[in-house]
Each structure stands twice: as structure tokens, then as C-alpha cells.
């Protein structure tokens, strides 16, 4: 049987649009370039000690950087640097944005979680890569913060890549969001998941308990409230956390229920980065007929002010996150 590639399957869709040129399929080519070298350095991690454990660096957001942190940034900025087809790319482990050279620029801005969840690569836990596209809005060549902060309803893609039992490729252009599996005999992306959707309810909620404590009220009752027992409300949830974001969503796109990484005592604005992990997931869950909240209000339509600004999250089935947003504006919920 022919089974579709990934390059195939956006050749496809890049004809739905008239006014193509082709930059796009040639940036996702790239994308997927970069992908195929980190999953083949994440399936050995731990033979030799190369690329195995941490680089002694902190990064920009207070982090120990991992070697296979780093090698999987300057795989992304190299490979999709040279594609033609960005003018800029932002990264979670680089400070500042990488600006292309006008002359072998392109019109897209690229933004990156180069490796998430890399607190679990030693102990052989699923991690992945986050990205997500824009066009560049500035007129003329020169990349300014417009450019670079636009909100996440302006993304023209979006999509991840889980490093796990097997190689995984999610993304969305706006026409479904599509799953491709790795095949390692052949290094090819092929088909396994076409147009996802998201179920409007699910059974699971995943969250850090451990914070608990740093939690404000609403946020505690949230919680008690999908613990306690109803059978005519299905309750209680099963509580799943892997502690690794692109594992916790990629199983409650395919299964529904709620991810939640809520703000806190220690950080008012919760851990996750707008730009490298909401918006893209946001985007991808939208179009799977789910939901993306910061607890108040959409992800898709927070104006950001930083590159590297955090933001509460609270993602996957319509059903619960409307539930944990009409809880978290109730006191005295919880039952
Ligand atoms: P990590 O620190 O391992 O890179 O944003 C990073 C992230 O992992 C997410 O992948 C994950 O969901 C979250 O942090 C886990 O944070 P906690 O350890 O605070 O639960």
C-alpha cells in the first residue's frame, strides 16, 4: 500500500492556497529535516556520553541546559536558518531572536521549544519540540517587535514533534490538524492520524499537585472539585501528569480532558512560555474542536510584550476547559 509522506501532505495543502510560492512547503521541509536529526540523537541518548546529561549552563529562564537542549537549538536555527525562508526565529534557550541575513531571507518568523520537557531525558521519558509560523507583518527587510510579537491568532502553523515510542510529527496550516509517524527504516514521515479531533469531553486531568499549596482557592477547587466523587457528573477524573508538556497534550488531544499549568505564589504567571508552548498547542487544539485559556480569557488572544513572557494554561476539550473557567470565577466551588 502507498502511504502518504509528510512533504506529500503539504504539497496538497499548500495547492489549496492560490497565491503559494512554495516558501512554506520548503520551510516545513526544513522543519522536518531538523526533527529527523534530533529524534536519531534522542534514541541514543545515553550511548557514549556525548550528548548525554547537562551542558553546566543556565539558560533564560533560570534553567540547567541539557546537552541535547542545546544540540536540538542549533540543529532548528541552522537547518531552518538556511531554508530561505525565515526572517527571524526566536527560540526558549536563546536570549535574544536570531535575525537572518536580509539577502537570504524569507517571510516567515519561526518560534521554537527546540527540546520540551528535557528534565526527563535521562530517564527515557517522551520529550518533543514545539514550533510555530508566522508571516512577517513590517513592511521592507528589516525584523521589528511587531514581527516578532504578534498574537496567536496570527499564527499561519503551527505543530510539534514527540521524540517517544515512536517519532511523531502534529501540525496544522489551518486545514485539520494532521499526525505523521516516523518509520526509522525508511526516514520518512508518513500519515497515521489525519484530521484530529479532540473529544468534546474526557475522563483525565493533568496537572503538577506538588503546587498545590501555591495555588490560590478557585485554583484548589478546581482540582478537589474534578477529585470528587458524582457518577452523574463521571466524576472523579483520573489524574495523569507525565511532567513533560508535549506527552501531557499530545494524550489529551488524542483522548480529551484538561492539561492545566496554573499561575502560583511563586509564579503569578505560571511557567509555560506564550510564545514557544501555549500559542502553538493553542492553535493546533483549536483547530482539533478544542479549547486554550489562560483560566480568563482565549491564549489565541493575548497581545504579548516579551518574547519570553509566561502565561497560566489550562488546555484540551471544550467541555472541561469551559468547566475550569467558570470554576476559577467561583468561590466556594468544589463540589
Ligand atoms: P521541563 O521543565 O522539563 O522542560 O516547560 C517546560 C516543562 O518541562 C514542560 O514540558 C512541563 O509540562 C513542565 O515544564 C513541567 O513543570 P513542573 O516540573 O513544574 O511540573
Same mark, same amino acid.
Not at 504567571?269 to 502553538?280: D, I, V
Given at each position: 500500500?502507498? +502511504?502518504?509522506?509528510? =512533504?506529500?501532505?503539504? +504539497? ?9 510560492? #512554495? ?10 529535516? &531538523? ?15 556525548? !550528548? ?19 544540540? $536540538? ?14 526572517? &527571524? ?9 536570531? !535575525? ?14 527546540? /527540546? ?8 527515557? =521519558? ?13 513592511? #521592507? ?10 498574537? %496567536?491568532? &496570527? ?42 479531533? @479532540? ?7 493533568? !496537572? ?14 478546581? =482540582? ?17 501528569? @507525565? ?9 489529551? /488531544? /488524542?483522548?480529551? #480532558?484538561?492539561?492545566?499549568?496554573? %499561575? ?13 508552548? &501555549? ?12 479549547? $486554550? ?9 493575548? $497581545? ?10 489550562? @488546555?484540551?476539550?471544550?467541555?472541561? =476547559?469551559? /468547566? ?12
Amino acid at each position: 500500500m502507498l +502511504r502518504t509522506t509528510l =512533504v506529500q501532505h503539504i +504539497r496538497e495543502q499548500e495547492k489549496l492556497n492560490p497565491n503559494a510560492t #512554495g516558501m512554506f512547503t520548503n520551510l516545513m521541509y526544513e522543519i522536518l529535516v &531538523a526533527a529527523k536529526f534530533v529524534s536519531l540523537e534522542v534514541n541514543k541518548a545515553g550511548i557514549g556520553e556525548s !550528548i548525554f546529561g547537562l551542558t553546566g549552563e543556565i539558560n533564560v529562564h533560570g534553567e540547567e541546559v541539557q546537552k541535547l537542549d542545546r544540540y $536540538a537549538n542549533e540543529t532548528f536555527i541552522k537547518t531552518v536558518g538556511n531554508s530561505g525562508s525565515v526572517c &527571524a526565529i526566536t527560540s526558549e534557550e536563546s536570549e535574544k531572536p536570531v !535575525i537572518i541575513d536580509p539577502e537570504s531571507a524569507g517571510n516567515y518568523v519561526f518560534m521554537m521549544d527546540p /527540546l520540551d520537557g528535557s528534565s526527563n531525558i535521562d530517564v527515557n =521519558v517522551s520529550i518533543g519540540t514545539i514550533f510555530s509560523i508566522y508571516r512577517k507583518i513590517s513592511p #521592507g527587510k528589516e525584523v521589528k517587535d511587531e514581527d516578532l510579537l504578534q498574537k %496567536g491568532s &496570527a499564527q499561519v502553523a503551527a505543530g510539534y514533534i514527540v521524540y517517544g515510542s515512536s517519532t511523531m510529527m502534529v501540525y496544522s496550516s489551518g486545514d485539520g490538524v494532521h499526525g505523521f509517524t516516523l518509520d526509522p527504516t525508511l526516514g520518512e514521515f508518513f500519515l497515521s492520524h489525519p484530521y484530529i479531533r @479532540i473529544p468534546n469531553r474526557g475522563s483525565t486531568y493533568s !496537572i503538577n499537585e506538588g503546587n498545590q499549596e501555591d495555588w490560590d482557592e478557585n485554583q484548589q477547587n478546581l =482540582v478537589n472539585y474534578l477529585k470528587k466523587k458524582d457518577s452523574l457528573t463521571q466524576r472523579p477524573y483520573k489524574l495523569r501528569y @507525565i511532567g513533560s508538556l508535549v506527552s501531557d497534550f499530545h494524550r489529551t /488531544l /488524542l483522548k480529551g #480532558g484538561i492539561f492545566m499549568y496554573p %499561575g502560583d505564589k511563586k509564579n503569578p504567571n505560571g511557567k509555560l512560555r506564550l510564545a514557544y508552548e &501555549a500559542n502553538p498547542l493553542a492553535f493546533i487544539v483549536g483547530i482539533a474542536g478544542g479549547k $486554550a485559556s489562560d483560566g480568563n480569557s482565549r491564549i489565541l488572544d493575548i $497581545a504579548p510584550s516579551d518574547i519570553h513572557q509566561q502565561t497560566p494554561l489550562y @488546555i484540551g476539550s471544550a467541555g472541561e =476547559v469551559e /468547566l475550569a473557567e467558570k470554576l476559577l470565577a467561583t468561590t466556594n466551588a468544589g463540589n
